[in-house]
DNA sequence: CATGAATGAGCATTCATTCAT
DNA sequence: AATGAATGAATGCTCATTCAT
């Protein structure tokens, strides 16, 4: 990966996360990244390339953000962390481009990428079951689901009470 | 409203839902409609102004469904019902069109209607006041929170079981 | 001529006036008249229709402008009152317009209407013949020449001194 | 300047000559320079920049016309050379074509382009403060605004004896 | 690897004109 | 006579993509 397609790639994730994906012209692209328009098709093709290539530099980070997850044992910590996740993308610039992009193709795409959760999920439903609820699938189900409406209103609505929502969370959960 | 000004509009809002707004061109639409491009100019001025008028066209639906909410008196049925809009939703091929090109617009364009929902809001922290909960804000803030993610799932997600999910959650608040 | 007749001939001229035939769109004389768009094509035929009838109307207007030079007499007072011609022009806020669309057109389309000033070309040669200039025709022409110069100045450049042209122009002819 | 640019300049700057700025479509323009319509646009910007750069080039151009005379020390020359101006022009198919373009545009856009004149108007008082007129502003602003005149003429009215105008003018004034 | 000139299809929008009422 | 809905061609401009250098 060199310096220049560097530039373009993160040019590329903040425009796409800021603008959409259809509505940033590869040339906008180009005059952020400060590189040629013609060097974004050599190095990926066509513009479907780039955002290919984002999206896996994306579930790279995914995986690597979700691997702190993975590893822990006490089924707490799991539900803990899981919950918190949203609270520390809200504090790192690059990781909400990361996540509104994810958002904003999901919709703009109509793609939902189940496999990126599925190993997600199923660390939830083993800390449901360890804590002994009911319906550990369905818990881990409606949790997941619930994350996906946090983002949303933590990405579109500027009043939204992150941090509220999030110590509420906790105590429903007794975390 | 004449009878091509509603085959535009029918047009546009099955097209902006299925592809998004800016990627649907005009004379997409006006294809679609059986009616000249220039027609969709003369009635609605600019292509922003055709958006602008099938939202307007959502929300009346909008109200007109959540007024049957508002109306309710036994908080039990008020929750009740909101669980179950996105289940009455799913069997309306044109309802799914209008929500689908709400949140995808709320995406593309980043504005989330918050004004839209406040009486929902607060009939739903009445509802759980009534219900004896702790803290019917956070309650209603919650549900309301989890219905965007419901929703997100319920249109993107194809294997998502919105039923198992809606009966849990019922179970979950003991309708 | 109905009334609608005349408030579109009259829309019609002082926009071709002020932004020119091409530019002004049959929709907007409408909107200025007051009509329906149209009501200028069952009156007129089509764009061009209207023009002919605004220059016909401009060319009776002339007419009567002109007979006033034609009736005289005296050699003097035809010159004097062919070179007040801008003068009386520049007070009065129709024949501005008027006499603008005539230059404008002339710009627009290339055609020099040079049969409208035949008659005056006559009396101004008469006038300097019996003043016993050299080359009666010469000088009319000239004359005429300088007052397309005159008229260019007057309507396009702001700073123009128009009275103190005409002033030193009588003074030159002795008048 | 590239090869192509040139070509797009050259087709723009005769048909907005012939059929005038709003009336020659940038399509028209590209067909004539055989050259992609895009193409005008990476160049120019809009077609507002291509009219500005044609400009521009005519400026130059009359820079170089006007040196001549402003170098003249002999006032006679300077006006000899000046009312001669137009016989010179007019055996320049490319001249023509920018002159009757300034001409157009002044009369589109009702623009006069005063200072572009001003070391001319200067030169001319000069001229004839030399020769002794008693109102040498006087006279010059009245040869300028003849000359606009005779461009009027020359350019519009097919008869136009343009030869025997300026032999008359060098008579009159003793050249 | 990198540039920037060049293309052609597509876009939102405007326009003169027609037609049913 | 008068309206306003409707049309289809054209307009200025943008875009993703190609290609020679």
């Known amino acids: ?12 994730l903040t425009l796409f996360a800021e603008e959409g994906f259809k509505s940033t012209s590869t040339s906008k692209v180009a005059k952020r990244a400060e590189v040629s328009e013609g060097l974004i098709f ?14 896996q530099m994306g579930e790279d980070q995914a995986k690597l953000l979700f691997a702190d997850i993975l590893m822990e044992t006490d089924p707490k910590n799991v539900l803990r962390k899981f919950i918190e996740i949203g609270l520390n993308t809200s504090k790192d610039k690059e990781a909400i481009n990361f996540w509104k992009l994810q958002f904003k193709i999901k919709w703009e795409l109509e793609i939902y990428g189940e496999h990126k959760i599925e190993a997600l999920e199923q660390a939830l439903i083993k800390a449901f079951q360890t804590l002994r609820y009911l319906q550990p699938e369905k818990e881990a189900n409606l949790l997941l689901t619930l994350m996906d409406g946090i983002a949303t209103r933590m990405m579109l609505q500027k009043s939204f009470d992150l941090e509220g929502t999030i110590e509420f969370l906790k105590q429903k959960y007794k975390l």
Chains 1, 2, 3, 4 share one sequence.
């Open 1 to 12: 990966m060199t310096e220049k397609q560097e530039k373009i790639l993160n040019a590329a």
């Open 42 to 55: 050599r190095h990926f093709g066509n513009k479907d390339g780039l955002l290919e290539a984002i999206i």
